[in-house]
């Protein structure tokens, strides 16, 4: 098969995204070097093409004052990792003066992070997220290009998720690197996290049916070929939902019903025969999925996890651990006071819990359970500010170019405040590429 050099770039691309997905999202420091030597090649190979370089030109010219803060934001993580005298360390960061006083380490020299090697892998992952955007622009700049990824996720998510109910109906062993510690009632497939693995299904089903909407609506002359993609692309769609349903999560479940929910209301807008085409395939899904698979497979778990949500946040258990979701985000808010100028460090809030918690068997917490919360403690308002700065000024025009934004806007909203995925590096890369891409190409 001959194959331009846009499409080998493509695939490549998507190769990237596949390895995520089968690392748990990304969410190690092995992973994320590796993924940066990725991205980092495949920037070089496409910056070599003229064409893509006045893509990306373009793009530098249209998004200057934006590219300008992010960039201030990477030179703030970096002075959060480069060792400082002690002394001046009282200016920048007086609770992690006071921590090394407590140990009575005689050292001269500290960074502001509390953990500077996994602040500097945050920091690669802050690169590779950036390289992610100008790829994004170079390579995917028609609209055909954009349904290819949506034919991608399609099939990554009922791959992911036709492994992830076939570990689950087996007890979820544990398989080469696929370890599943704690969720053994639930489908997690190459992820630790139910809800992480849940929400990268969704993903995959938003993007599913965004490919069987528009093609809905779109009359092309190769009929047969579409109509097999759509047949393929709907068989897809069942997996990625028995997937999500399987997993319990709360949150992916929740998203799930809204998702759908969003795609049948839209489709009542325009009330023509393509629509109400679509509109039949989103009821079938709805049906299958929620009233047949999830008797099939069994729901309880789930029914039960939504009653007792009160309990879980105010009183019993989280999870694992013996301290509630609500005091680890007490937690969280109590160090935001402490670290609240220059932050703590990327990837730092395990080492911080663990100074406040160390009988770490008992109590245990790697992240905050409020993404809005661990950005914030871990950035300061400085670095916080920085981020927020470039990213307002990228989207702030284009963040409601489309209908589907205000869907992602919403589940950016829960995520920040109830969750910790957006931590996550694959997570994070599937919200940037929807955004850039959830709009008409020119």
């Known amino acids: 098969m001959n194959l ?18 089968i690392f748990n999202g990304g969410n190690s420091n092995i ?16 910056i070599k093409d003229k064409n893509y370089y006045q893509h ?11 590219i300008f803060f992010y960039f201030l934001f990477l030179i703030y993580l970096l002075f959060q990792i480069i060792p400082i005298p002690i002394e001046n360390l009282k200016f920048f960061s007086i609770q992690k003066f006071n921590i090394l006083n407590q140990l009575n380490l005689n050292i001269s020299y500290s960074s502001i992070s509390l953990s500077p090697s996994n602040s500097f892998f945050q920091l690669i992952n802050f690169i590779t997220l950036f390289t992610f955007v100008l790829i994004i622009k170079m390579i995917f700049y028609t609209e055909r290009h954009k349904f290819r990824f949506y034919i991608f996720l399609s099939f990554l998510g009922a791959f992911s998720s036709f492994v992830a109910v076939l570990l689950y109906l087996k007890g979820n062993p544990d398989l080469f690197f696929i370890k599943n510690s704690f969720y053994k009632d639930s489908s997690t497939g190459f992820f630790i996290n139910r809800t992480v693995f849940s929400l990268f299904l969704l993903f995959c089903l938003v993007g599913s049916l965004q490919y069987l909407k528009i093609y809905n609506n779109v009359n092309n002359k190769n009929n047969n070929k579409i109509f097999f993609k759509k047949i393929y692309v709907r068989i897809f769609v069942i997996f990625i939902c028995i997937g999500i349903i399987t997993s319990s999560s709360r949150i992916g479940n929740f998203f799930l019903l809204l998702t759908l929910f969003y795609y049948l209301i839209q489709s009542y807008f325009i009330n023509n025969q393509q629509n109400t085409s679509f509109r039949n395939i989103v009821f079938l899904i709805l049906f299958f999925d929620i009233l047949i698979v999830g008797y099939y497979f069994g729901t309880d778990q ?16 989280i999870e694992h651990q013996n301290l509630s979701r609500l005091q680890i985000i007490n937690f969280g808010l109590e160090n935001i006071k402490k670290f609240y100028l220059f932050g703590y ?19 245990f917490a790697n992240h905050a359970h409020s993404s809005l919360i661990q950005f914030i ?9 920085l981020l927020i700065l470039s990213i307002f000024k990228f989207f702030w025009h284009k ?13 950016l909203f829960v995520l920040l405040s109830f969750d910790f995925s957006l931590h996550i590096p694959l997570i994070q890369i599937l919200f940037i590429i929807f955004f850039i891409l959830n709009k008409k190409i020119e």
């Open 399 to 411: 963040i409601f170019f489309d209908k589907l934004n205000i869907l992602l806007l919403v589940f």
């Open 4 to 21: 331009t050099k846009n499409k080998k770039y493509q695939y490549l691309f998507f190769f990237i995204i596949f390895i995520y997905s």
């Open 56 to 66: 990306l030109n373009k793009f530098f010219k249209e998004n200057k004052l934006s």
């Open 345 to 363: 460090g990327p990837g730092s809030f395990e080492t911080l819990f663990q100074i406040d918690y160390p009988n770490t068997e008992e109590n």
């Open 31 to 46: 992973v994320i070097q590796v993924n940066f030597i990725f991205v980092s090649l495949l920037f070089f190979l496409c």
């Open 302 to 317: 789930l029914i039960q996890r939504f009653l007792f949500l009160n309990e879980e946040f105010l009183i019993s258990k």
């Open 377 to 385: 403690g871990e950035f300061g308002f400085i670095g916080f500010t």
